[in-house]
């Protein structure tokens, strides 16, 4: 078996400096861990590719979707890929998982620990602001999917999750 890369050793790191458990995948360059967001619990993996000193992280949580709603959840995607600058929502239709994917590369083998962990906010910030989003969807009785209208969903903003520092202290 090869030894860990320079590459998942430097996020790894950064995971330790932010005190966030991971564990490295016996045999690739590859972490797991988890985190607890506002509305959900959310699966992060964190890729390095060495040849091109590259990093995905990915988040996933579950999403039982029938049929009949795969469409509207897929339209969901679609319209919130559209504002997004960085990363971007997948539906894995096989796993029935919600997934969030950013990729960043990077000008040397050990990555920079800022970038990482913003990186895996912004994963976690993101599936956390969509889950609710995609739960009233999947939740939408069959019947009334046609009148669902999407585009105003995600205006919504009572659905986001607050951001921490920007709570009023004032009473």
Same mark, same amino acid.
Request: net charge negative.
């Given at each position: 078996?090869?030894?860990?890369? !320079?590459?998942? !050793?430097?996020?790894?790191?950064?995971?330790?400096?932010?005190?966030?458990?991971?564990?490295?995948?016996?045999?690739?360059?590859?972490?797991?861990?988890?985190?607890?967001?506002?509305?959900?619990?959310?699966?992060?993996?964190?890729?390095?590719?060495?040849?091109?000193?590259?990093?995905?992280?990915?988040?996933?949580?579950?999403?039982?979707?029938?049929?009949?709603?795969?469409?509207?959840?897929?339209?969901?995607?679609? =319209?919130?890929?559209? *504002?997004?600058?960085?990363?971007?929502?997948?539906?894995? !239709?096989?796993?029935?998982?919600?997934?969030? =994917?950013?990729?960043?590369?990077?000008?040397?083998?050990?990555?920079?620990?800022?970038?990482?962990?913003?990186?895996?906010?912004?994963?976690?910030?993101?599936?956390?602001?969509?889950?609710?989003?995609?739960?009233?969807?999947?939740?939408?009785?069959?019947?009334?999917?046609?009148?669902?209208?999407?585009?105003?969903?995600?205006?919504?903003?009572?659905?986001?999750?607050?951001?921490?520092?920007?709570?009023?202290? *004032?009473?």
């Amino acid at each position: 078996m090869r030894p860990p890369s !320079l590459q998942i !050793l430097s996020v790894e790191e950064a995971f330790g400096r932010n005190s966030w458990h991971c564990e490295q995948v016996e045999g690739k360059d590859v972490l797991r861990a988890a985190f607890t967001g506002h509305h959900t619990r959310i699966e992060i993996i964190a890729q390095a590719y060495p040849p091109l000193n590259a990093l995905a992280i990915i988040g996933e949580v579950p999403l039982p979707v029938d049929e009949d709603h795969q469409h509207s959840v897929l339209e969901l995607l679609a =319209r919130a890929n559209k *504002t997004l600058n960085l990363g971007g929502f997948e539906f894995d !239709l096989d796993r029935g998982r919600l997934v969030f =994917r950013i990729t960043n590369l990077f000008d040397r083998e050990k990555y920079d620990a800022d970038i990482v962990a913003t990186m895996v906010h912004c994963t976690v910030a993101e599936l956390d602001r969509l889950t609710p989003y995609a739960v009233t969807v999947v939740r939408t009785p069959e019947d009334l999917l046609d009148d669902l209208d999407i585009e105003r969903l995600l205006l919504r903003e009572d659905l986001i999750p607050p951001v921490p520092g920007d709570e009023d202290d *004032t009473p």
